[in-house]
Every structure is written in structure tokens, then in C-alpha cells.
């Protein structure tokens, strides 16, 4: 299976300064430039931990699909739309229904698919490739509004539960800084007892509650289904 980026995205931030600001009660922009490279690290913490893109982006995926496969789970969601499909490089013309599209698991059910030519009656692997375009529209994005293909569709802007857990990871690392992580809490005489929050060490910096919204996103494994 090989996956091809044909059309990168332009933002990767999930989230804006303005959006950290506010949440960290800063009214000036003193530190504008240590809060986008902050949350040029969260975006990157999640999108790693997601294992996949949150960004608009077009995409080219190739795969092998068996005789006993009832169907595609393509790497990049949520489907936006789908352009092509071709298998073993002749052009698969459809029809391509909504109902037989998963958008949010990034899947696709279609029978007719299924039926190419007597598949899945020719027992050997057939190549299937797709161009698609995946994802959300982040901040700062342009609205391409409908995008056409055999399957079209409008991009949603990303969701507010992915919003807040970059928006979380950020302010983590932003109180954070400088701060020996491996201190689970400190006392100062007259001051008393802090204690600081703990970080899952497989997930870096991500904080729980962020943690916990990546790790329950509904996106499908890769691969035939």
C-alpha cells in the first residue's frame, strides 16, 4: 500500500494565538512568538499520536485488494470527496453512492466495487488506487467550498473537541517550560504543596484530557476490510 500527498496543505496550526490568548488570560502579543511555535509542537503531538493528518489535503492511495475483502478503508479521514478510481489501471466509473461511503471511518462499501469483473471470483490481488481529498479545514484555511468528483463533498472545519484538546496541550506546555517534567510535585515552606499534572510518558506532553479525545477519534484502521 503506498500513499502519495498531491495536494499538501497550507496550514497545519489546529488552533490560532488569539484562541491560546484568551484561554491564558494574555492581552498583549509579547509572546505571540513563542505561542505559535507552542502550538506548531501540540498540532504535531497530536497529529503523531493520531498517526494521520487533521489537514485538508488531497491524496493518491494505491492497494491490493483480495477476493475475500468486502471493501476499503482508505489511511485519511474524514472523506471529503473522491475524484477517481481506477483498478488495475482501468477507470472504475461508478456508481459511487453516499450510502456506500463511510466518510468519518474513511471507508468504502460499494458493491459494485466489489463485483469489478467477476471480483471477487478471480481469487489473486487486484490494485486499486483512489485520489481523494481528506480532512479538516484548519485556521487560516480558504473554503473551497464543494469540491466535485464521483463522490463529492464540502469540508467541515474542525471540530471543537480537537480544537480544545490542542488548546489544552498547548497551555500544558506553555506552564510547563522550564520546568523538569520527572517532578511530580514541590513544597515550599509557607507556601505549601504543588502538584503538577501526569503525563502518560508514551504520550509526551499530551495531557489526559487531550490524550483521551485523540485516542477515541473514529477513524478506521488502513486497509482492506
Known amino acids: 500500500m503506498a500513499t502519495i500527498v498531491t495536494a499538501p496543505a497550507g496550514k497545519t496550526a489546529l488552533i490560532t494565538t488569539e484562541a491560546v490568548k484568551t484561554m491564558l488570560s494574555l492581552s498583549n502579543d509579547e509572546q505571540d512568538d513563542v505561542l505559535t511555535i507552542l502550538i506548531g509542537q501540540a498540532s ?3 497529529v503523531r499520536r493520531l498517526g494521520r493528518p487533521l489537514a485538508l489535503q488531497s491524496y493518491t492511495e494505491r492497494l491490493r485488494i483480495h477476493s475475500h475483502s468486502q471493501g476499503i478503508n482508505l489511511s485519511n479521514g474524514p472523506i471529503v470527496s ?3 478510481i481506477t483498478v488495475e489501471g482501468q477507470s472504475w466509473a461508478g456508481p459511487l453512492e453516499e450510502m ?3 466518510r468519518t471511518m474513511a471507508r468504502i462499501c460499494a458493491p459494485g ?3 469489478w469483473r467477476g471480483w471477487p471470483a478471480r481469487h489473486y490481488p487486484h490494485e486499486v488506487t483512489i485520489s481523494y481529498t481528506a480532512g479538516y479545514l484548519l485556521p487560516g484555511m480558504e473554503d ?6 464521483m463522490l463529492s463533498g464540502q469540508p467541515l472545519p474542525l471540530p471543537d473537541d480537537i480544537a480544545g484538546a490542542c488548546l489544552s496541550t498547548v497551555c500544558s ?4 517550560a522550564g520546568r523538569d517534567q520527572t517532578i511530580k510535585s514541590e513544597s515550599e515552606q509557607g507556601v505549601g504543596n504543588t502538584v503538577y499534572q501526569a503525563l502518560d510518558p508514551q504520550a509526551g506532553s499530551i495531557p489526559p484530557d487531550a490524550l483521551a479525545t485523540i485516542d477515541n ?9
Not at 144 to 149: H, I, Q, S
Not at 173 to 176: K, N, P, T, W
Open 82 to 84: 473522491i475524484q477517481s
Open 173 to 176: 506546555l506553555y506552564h510547563s
Open 217 to 225: 477519534l473514529p477513524l478506521a484502521a488502513d486497509g482492506p476490510i
Open 113 to 115: 466495487l466489489a463485483r
Open 44 to 46: 504535531s503531538l497530536l
Open 144 to 149: 473551497p467550498g464543494v469540491l466535485a468528483g
Open 100 to 102: 456506500d461511503v463511510s
